[in-house]
C-alpha cells in the first residue's frame, strides 16, 4: 500500500512537471494574480479538494493569468488533518505534508509561511475558560469564532468539554490563525491580486485567510466536492452551505427529466457515492417483521438525524441551537403521539472508520431511554436499510437539513424541516421559521389524517436537485482519477497543457469565469 501511495506522488510530480513545462512556453501576463491556499484537505496525498485546487490553478495558469500558492511550512502549530484528537500535543506531520507541497507545486510560483508566535496573545489567553476562548477576539480578528467549526470537526464533537486538552487545542489553533491572518494579508499587500481561491473557508487556517481577504475588500472563492463522483462546488460564497442558486424560470426539459429520474434510480438503490465514499455496501428493504410491528399504528414517519460536529451544521442551526436540541422537541411529540409510529433514523457517516463521532444520535437515545418507547423504531448508521422504503410509506418525512429531505420531496411526500438546508431557499419542503411555528406544524402534521404535499414543492426539489447534480458539480473526471489507495485521493491523469484550456473543457471554462470575472460557478443548461 505505502508504495502505490509512493508511486501516485511520483506520478502527480511527473505530471506537473510535464504541465508546468507546456505552460512555461505560454506568454504569462502582467496582470493582477490569483491566490489560491489550500491546508486543509491533504497531508501525504491528493485528495479530490487538493486535486481540483491544483488543476484549476493549472487551468489558470495555462491562460496566461499568474498564480500565487499561499503554502505551510511549518506556519501552523497544529493543522487539523495533522491534530492528533486523543493526543493533542502531538506534533503534526509537517515534513510529510510539506513532501507533499513541493510535488504539487513542482515550478509554481509559492510563497511558504512559517510559524510566528505571539507572545502577548499567548498570554492573554492562558487564563480562559474555553467558553471565553471561543468568544475572544484580538486585535478586531475574531478568532474565536474562526476557529470553533475546526475544534468540532477534528474531535467530532458539538459540545466541547472546557478541559485543558480542549483549551490548549483552542490556543494553539488560535494563535495558528492569527499568524495566517497576519501573514497572508501581508501577501494580499504585496503582490495586490485579483482574487483569492480557497478550500471551503470553514477549517481555520482557510477561514482566517478569508476573514482577512474579505477585509480588505477582495473577492474570494472557496470549494468543495460536488454531489457527483470526482465534481467540486465553487461559490463566492460558503461552500459548505452549498448555495445553488435555481434560475427564477428554469424548468426541466423533458431529456433533463429523464437525466434526473435516472440518477433517482441508482440513489434508491444505494449506488452513489459521496467524496469518494461509498456509505451503502448493501441495501436492505424493510422486512416483514418491521411491517408486522408497524400495522399496530395508524401512520408511519420516519426522522433522518445528521452528523452533528460537521461543517455544515453551522449553517443548519437557524432555528435550533443544535440538532439535539431539535431532536429533545421530537422527543416531546413522540410521547404527545403513541398512534404515530416513528422510526428514528442515524446518519451513515457517524461511524465512518477515521471519522467516528463522539457525540452521536445512539448515545442521545440511550440517554433518554427512546427504545423503550413503544411507538419508536432506531436504525444504526450501521445498518443498511433503505430510507427510500421508508419515505415511499410515510405520512411525511422529518429531517434536519440532509439532502433525503430533497429526494423525498421530490418523490413526493411532504418534509418538515429543522434546519437550513441546502435546498431551503426556494419552497421545496415546509421549513418554518421560528421553533413556536416548527412545534405548531409537526403537532398539526401530526394529528391530520392526510398531509398534502404542494406541486410547487415537487416541481422546485427536481429544479434544485437538477441544479445541484448537473449544474453547480462540475466535474473533474477528465483531469483526477481514483488513486487506488486511499477513499476520497486522487491522482492526475494523462492529459497535456492544452486540455485545461477553457475552450476545450466546460469545467474550467466556468472556474476561469468565476475566478475572473465573477460569473456564476453554474454549468449552461
Not at 177 to 196: C, D, K, M, T
Not at 322 to 340: N, R
Not at 445 to 453: N, R
Request: proline share 5%.
Amino acid at each position: 500500500m505505502r508504495l502505490k501511495r509512493e508511486g501516485n506522488l511520483l506520478r502527480n510530480r511527473q505530471r506537473v512537471r510535464a504541465l508546468t513545462s507546456e505552460i512555461e512556453k505560454s506568454a504569462a501576463s502582467a496582470e493582477r494574480p490569483v491566490i489560491f491556499f489550500n491546508a486543509s484537505t491533504r497531508l501525504s496525498g491528493l485528495s479530490q479538494n487538493a486535486g481540483f485546487s491544483l488543476v484549476s490553478s493549472l487551468a489558470l495558469r495555462r491562460a496566461g493569468r499568474p498564480i500565487i500558492h499561499f503554502v505551510c511550512r511549518q506556519g501552523l502549530s497544529h493543522c487539523v488533518l495533522g491534530t492528533d484528537k486523543l493526543h493533542p500535543q502531538t506534533p503534526p506531520p509537517c515534513a510529510e505534508c510539506m513532501r507533499t507541497s513541493r510535488r504539487i507545486f513542482d515550478g509554481a510560483q509559492v510563497q511558504p509561511f512559517t510559524l510566528q508566535r505571539d507572545q502577548a496573545l499567548e498570554n492573554a489567553m492562558a487564563a480562559l475558560s474555553l467558553e471565553k476562548l471561543l468568544a475572544f477576539e484580538w486585535q478586531e480578528v475574531p478568532l474565536g469564532k474562526l476557529v470553533l467549526p475546526s475544534l468540532r470537526w477534528i474531535l467530532r464533537i458539538h459540545h466541547l468539554q472546557d478541559d485543558e486538552a480542549t483549551r490548549y487545542l483552542a490556543r494553539e489553533y488560535m494563535l495558528s490563525a492569527l499568524n495566517v491572518v497576519r501573514q497572508f494579508g501581508g501577501l494580499i499587500e504585496r503582490a495586490n491580486p485579483l482574487s483569492v481561491v480557497v478550500f471551503n473557508g470553514m477549517f481555520y487556517p482557510e477561514a482566517a485567510a478569508r476573514w482577512i481577504a474579505q477585509r480588505k475588500g477582495l473577492p474570494v472563492y472557496s470549494h468543495e466536492v460536488g454531489m457527483l463522483p470526482l465534481s467540486a462546488f465553487f461559490t463566492p460564497e460558503e461552500a459548505t452551505a452549498y448555495p445553488v442558486r435555481v434560475d427564477e424560470f428554469f424548468r426541466l426539459s423533458e431529456e433533463q427529466d429523464r437525466r434526473l429520474d435516472e440518477y433517482l434510480a441508482q440513489r434508491t438503490q444505494g449506488k452513489f457515492v459521496t467524496a469518494g465514499v461509498k456509505f451503502w455496501p448493501e441495501m436492505h428493504n424493510l422486512d416483514d417483521a418491521f411491517w408486522q410491528r408497524a400495522s399496530q399504528f395508524k401512520s408511519l414517519v420516519p426522522v433522518f438525524t445528521n452528523v452533528v460536529f460537521d461543517t455544515s451544521q453551522g449553517h443548519a442551526n437557524l432555528l435550533f441551537e443544535h440538532m439535539f436540541a431539535w431532536l429533545d422537541l421530537v422527543l416531546e411529540q413522540i410521547k404527545a403521539h403513541p398512534e404515530i409510529f416513528f422510526v428514528l433514523r442515524a446518519h451513515p457517516d457517524e461511524t465512518r472508520p477515521g471519522k467516528e463521532s463522539r457525540e452521536t444520535v445512539m448515545d442521545w437515545v440511550r440517554e433518554n431511554k427512546v427504545e423503550q418507547l413503544a411507538n419508536v423504531l432506531f436504525i444504526s448508521p450501521d445498518q443498511y436499510i433503505s430510507s427510500y422504503d421508508l419515505i415511499a410509506h410515510a405520512k411525511f418525512v422529518m429531517v434536519y437539513n440532509s439532502t433525503v429531505g430533497l429526494e423525498a420531496s421530490v418523490l413526493d411526500k411532504p418534509v418538515l424541516c429543522a434546519g437550513k438546508a441546502r435546498y431551503t431557499q426556494i419552497p421545496t419542503v415546509f421549513f418554518p421559521q421560528t421553533i413556536a411555528e416548527y412545534r405548531r406544524k409537526l403537532d398539526e402534521f401530526l394529528s391530520a389524517g392526510e398531509v398534502a404535499h404542494p406541486g410547487e414543492f415537487r416541481m422546485n426539489a427536481r429544479r434544485v436537485l437538477y441544479s445541484q447534480l448537473f449544474r453547480a458539480s462540475l466535474p473533474f473526471g477528465d483531469f483526477l482519477e481514483e488513486d487506488g489507495v486511499w477513499r476520497g485521493y486522487v491522482r492526475l491523469k494523462d492529459f497535456g497543457a492544452d486540455e485545461l484550456l477553457p475552450e476545450k473543457s466546460d469545467t474550467l471554462r466556468v472556474i476561469l469565469d468565476g475566478v475572473l470575472k465573477g460569473k456564476p460557478f453554474i454549468l449552461d443548461l
